[in-house]
């Protein structure tokens, strides 16, 4: 009880928004460099694959959104498979045949209201859920190139979507606010959901401002595949949500640390 009052009581928007605030400062310079030392001290992180140097980033929020270095690291493209969306956790993988995805065990919810339309789920639906954490790369990419159909953005809260939230709120991915990106590949539609999260001080797509909740947006714009779609502000959660007739059985068992662009699916 304790625990959902707290996860409640962090959950409003207006929170996050004031974090996004100060986490895109620019000043003091030596504030800055600081905070950024601490936050890759408390987090382990590198330069590794990155561009630049720590110091070449003016705000805490731009050191969260690091581009990569293509000299240092290339997101991979293969025609022939699904490829992960982003450096991650897969903390679910399953194929569907009801209106009923799974958060954790014992926790479900409607992918229809994820989504945000209805879905013929007779043939079945492959949903893998990716967790980004502070210490990732914080952009995500297209997992199979297809014409962007339309995007629209839903949810009223900011649950984190650790897994103390995901164990213990209700509907947390339909909860949150999250944009949902309709693609359609080969003839079959699909679904991309950024997920956001506690302290993610914005949700950026290749969609652009989507002016309506609630609504679909018309896009329809062709992305290859591995492109950049997005990023977060701070780490959050990527669902894709693909019919089984475009792809096969999962190539990677739950709970494996994945990178970008590696196999999720083969294309059916």
Same mark, same amino acid.
């Given at each position: ?48 694959d990155y561009q630049g140097t720590p110091d070449d980033y003016r705000s805490l929020g731009a050191f969260f959104a690091r581009p990569l ?20 956790v897969l903390t679910v993988c399953e194929t569907v045949h009801e209106d009923t995805a799974t958060q954790v065990k014992g926790r479900d ?14 043939? $079945?639906?492959? &949903? #893998? ?7 990732? *790369?914080?952009?995500?990419? %297209? +997992?199979?190139? $297809?014409?962007? &159909? #339309? ?7 900011? *649950?984190?979507?650790?897994? %103390? +939230? ?103």
């Open positions: 009880m304790l625990t959902s009052m707290f996860l409640f009581s962090i959950s409003f928007p207006c929170l996050s928004r004031f974090y996004g605030r100060l986490v895109r400062i620019e000043r003091p310079r030596w504030l800055v460099r600081r905070v950024i030392a601490l936050f890759m001290r408390h987090y382990a992180i590198t330069m590794d270095d293509p000299a240092k690291r290339t997101i991979p493209t293969d025609a022939a498979h699904f490829l992960a969306p982003a450096d991650s919810y409607r992918l229809t209201e994820l989504v945000g339309e209805p879905l013929d789920l007779a043939a $079945g639906w492959r &949903v #893998a859920v990716l967790y980004l954490s502070p210490h990732d *790369y914080h952009r995500y990419h %297209l +997992s199979m190139g $297809g014409k962007l &159909v #339309a995007a629209r953005r839903d949810g009223a809260r900011l *649950y984190p979507v650790n897994r %103390l +939230s995901v164990n213990n709120i209700d509907n947390l991915f339909v909860r949150n606010e999250r944009v949902t990106l309709k693609f359609n590949t080969t003839g079959h539609d699909w679904y991309y959901i950024a997920v956001g999260a506690t302290f993610v001080g914005s949700i950026t797509t290749v969609a652009g401002d989507i002016p309506t909740a609630g609504e679909w947006h018309p896009v329809n714009t062709d992305l290859p595949q591995s492109a950049e779609v997005g990023r977060f502000d701070m780490g959050s959660t990527i669902i894709v949500v693909v019919p089984a007739a475009l792809a096969g059985e999962p190539l990677m068992a739950i709970g494996s640390k994945v990178r970008t662009g590696d196999k999720l699916w083969r294309v059916a």
